[in-house]
């Protein structure tokens, strides 16, 4: 495997992120009348966009289904009946702080406040990051509790985005799950590498593969909505981790005006199984305060899935799933 990536690589990627408005707008080619409603909408939830993401969005293209995942607008201010800053109910099921324990037999940890992207449509676009556990010494009665409940069988790392977390945190962490006899996997949620390749490096990867030799089974699950955020550093790094033996799943969010076409959802379809990744879901968007303008009625997104259904083989076809408050498992809205 040559690999020549490292630590510091992605880290200088990460910190040559794209945080103002103005710089978006002007790298783009986009219209100045474009700042002061970007400026508005990064109020709450500020522009962060890695240059390897903005290096596949079209300049001067309003609609370039990229861009619109990116940029701020006016409509994120706008209070829409139905849509509330805790969409999915986390803040009801947080046991020990650190724990989310909503689904049988696995515990959700936010280990990562942060990510490398904002996306506009977020769910946790308003979470109280700041109050999960941070040091490794806070983290352990997180480990006691883990440790104590024999039904745990599987650990999710999600956040934020929990491979930005260094290595030194990440292997501190998979040392510990790894001598928990009752937890054979270990699943994690991360978009970094779709939008900071550079992120799947040598390093992790052999961290990863001697978890797995110790018993625990990483799986990784990407999110990527269009088939234009798959350019080639994204399929290298997808490759990489194939070939280390990590199985990779993709979760997208249904999207209007991105990717709600047959024709966009074949698309993606076909390139993530063509690189050996299923496709496993395709959620309704969650109902979270500033991302109405996102949405699609679930009657279009079950035409979609109908149609994908007569087109594509079975396993190239996502669950097209909600998460309802409350609930312990995700809703199939295909009844
Ligand atoms: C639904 C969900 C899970 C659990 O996923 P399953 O694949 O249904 O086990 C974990 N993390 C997040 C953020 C989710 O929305
Ligand atoms: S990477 Fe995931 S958690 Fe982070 S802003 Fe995007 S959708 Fe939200």
């Given at each position: 495997?040559?690999?020549?990536?490292?630590?510091?690589?992605?880290?200088?990627?990460?910190?040559?992120?794209?945080?103002?408005?103005?710089?978006?707008?002007?790298?783009?080619?986009?219209?100045?009348?474009l700042l002061e409603p970007a400026?508005?909408?990064?109020?709450?939830?500020?522009?962060?966009?890695?240059?390897?993401?903005?290096?596949?969005?079209?300049?001067?293209?309003?609609?370039?289904?990229?861009?619109?995942?990116?940029?701020?607008?006016?409509?994120?201010?706008?209070?829409?009946?139905?849509?509330?800053?805790?969409?999915?109910?986390?803040?009801?099921?947080?046991?020990?702080?650190?724990?989310?324990?909503?689904?049988?037999?696995?515990?959700?940890?936010?280990?990562?406040?942060?990510?490398?992207?904002?996306?506009?449509?977020?769910?946790?676009?308003?979470?109280?990051?700041?109050?999960?556990?941070?040091?490794?010494?806070?983290?352990?009665?997180?480990?006691?509790?883990?440790?104590?409940?024999?039904?745990?069988?599987?650990?999710?790392?999600?956040?934020?985005?929990?491979?930005?977390?260094?290595?030194?945190?990440?292997?501190?962490?998979?040392?510990?799950?790894?001598?928990?006899?009752?937890?054979?996997?270990?699943?994690?949620?991360?978009?970094?590498?779709?939008?900071?390749?550079?992120?799947?490096?040598?390093?992790?990867?052999?961290?990863?593969?001697?978890?797995?030799?110790?018993?625990?089974?990483?799986?990784?699950?990407?999110?990527?909505?269009?088939?234009?955020?798959?350019?080639?550093?994204?399929?290298?790094?997808?490759?990489?981790m194939l070939q280390a033996g990590?199985?990779?799943?993709?979760?997208?969010?249904?999207?209007?005006?991105?990717?709600?076409?047959?024709?966009?959802?074949?698309?993606?379809?076909?390139?993530?199984?063509?690189?050996?990744?299923?496709?496993?879901?395709?959620?309704?968007?969650?109902?979270?305060?500033?991302?109405?303008?996102?949405?699609?009625?679930?009657?279009?997104?079950?035409?979609?899935?109908?149609?994908?259904?007569?087109?594509?083989?079975g396993y190239a076809v996502p669950?097209?799933?909600?998460?309802?408050?409350?609930?312990?498992?995700?809703?199939?809205?295909?009844?």
């Amino acid at each position: 495997m040559a690999i020549s990536l490292s630590e510091t690589t992605w880290q200088k990627s990460l910190s040559q992120a794209i945080r103002d408005p103005r710089e978006l707008i002007s790298r783009l080619n986009l219209p100045q009348e474009l700042l002061e409603p970007a400026r508005s909408g990064a109020h709450l939830f500020p522009v962060m966009v890695p240059v390897s993401y903005l290096n596949r969005i079209e300049p001067g293209n309003l609609d370039d289904p990229l861009l619109k995942q990116i940029l701020p607008v006016e409509l994120e201010n706008t209070d829409v009946p139905g849509f509330e800053t805790d969409a999915v109910g986390d803040l009801k099921v947080r046991s020990t702080s650190g724990i989310l324990q909503k689904y049988h037999g696995r515990a959700l940890l936010m280990v990562s406040g942060a990510c490398a992207i904002h996306c506009r449509y977020c769910f946790r676009r308003h979470y109280p990051y700041g109050d999960e556990p941070r040091t490794l010494a806070e983290w352990e009665p997180v480990w006691q509790s883990l440790q104590a409940d024999s039904t745990i069988q599987e650990i999710i790392l999600s956040g934020g985005d929990p491979l930005l977390l260094t290595d030194i945190r990440l292997n501190a962490l998979c040392e510990r799950i790894a001598v928990i006899p009752h937890v054979k996997r270990l699943r994690i949620h991360s978009r970094l590498p779709v939008v900071l390749p550079d992120r799947i490096h040598a390093g992790l990867l052999e961290m990863l593969q001697r978890l797995s030799e110790q018993g625990t089974m990483p799986w990784m699950v990407i999110h990527v909505n269009h088939p234009n955020e798959i350019a080639a550093d994204v399929e290298f790094a997808i490759k990489q981790m194939l070939q280390a033996g990590i199985p990779v799943l993709n979760q997208s969010v249904l999207l209007k005006g991105i990717n709600d076409t047959t024709e966009t959802l074949i698309a993606l379809s076909e390139k993530l199984v063509n690189l050996g990744v299923i496709p496993y879901y395709l959620h309704q968007l969650d109902r979270v305060t500033g991302a109405a303008h996102f949405e699609v009625l679930e009657e279009h997104g079950r035409k979609l899935i109908e149609e994908l259904r007569t087109r594509l083989p079975g396993y190239a076809v996502p669950q097209y799933v909600r998460e309802i408050p409350g609930e312990p498992h995700k809703t199939s809205l295909l009844g």
